[in-house]
């Protein structure tokens, strides 16, 4: 497998929000190369293979690849991380993710010096601080996905209360 283009885009954890990344970026055609990375091979494949079905809609190259691939791109999402248990909190998760996000990122060394890392992992905001430390990025060039998710199911709820179409609020 070759290595991943400058311009392509890493996507590091293959369940249900890496792939829902995924698909995103083939449909808005951001770059021309995704790549799709998880511990499980046989679920990123079977979602690399899924995802592929999708190509149809868009130029994008869909792929499974390495953490070593994901040292070439120009941006690094990062969504694996632990699973929320009945009863736990996003708190809870912190330890459990943070071993995750060190091990991680210390795969990736050296990271593309120029890498955009995108955060999206729970608790957000705590592993994002961490992920700049352990990254050696600047801050400018690490970012957590925050409250976007949020802000995105308020505004649906909001559009089905008033009974207007979603893209009618703005924020």
Do not use: W
């Amino acid at each position: 497998m070759s290595a991943p283009a400058a311009n392509s885009i890493a996507v590091i954890g293959a369940g249900s929000v890496g792939s829902a990344v995924a698909f995103s970026l083939l449909l808005r055609q951001v770059v021309p190369d995704v790549v799709l990375i998880d511990i499980d091979e046989d679920m990123c494949k079977a979602q690399v293979q899924d995802l592929s079905d999708a190509t149809f809609l868009s130029n994008v190259r869909i792929r499974q690849g390495t953490l070593t691939d994901a040292q070439h791109a120009a941006i690094i999402i990062i969504t694996a991380g632990a699973k929320q248990r009945p009863g736990d909190t996003r708190l809870d998760l912190i330890d459990r993710n943070l071993k995750i996000l060190k091990s991680i990122l210390s795969s990736l060394q050296p990271i593309r010096k120029d890498a955009i890392l995108l955060i999206v992992a729970n608790p957000v905001d705590i592993l994002t601080l961490f992920a700049q430390k352990f990254s050696g990025l600047p801050k400018s060039q690490v970012l957590g996905s925050g409250t976007l998710l949020d802000s995105i199911r308020l505004k649906r709820i909001l559009a089905s209360r008033l009974n207007v179409s979603y893209v009618s609020l703005h924020s």
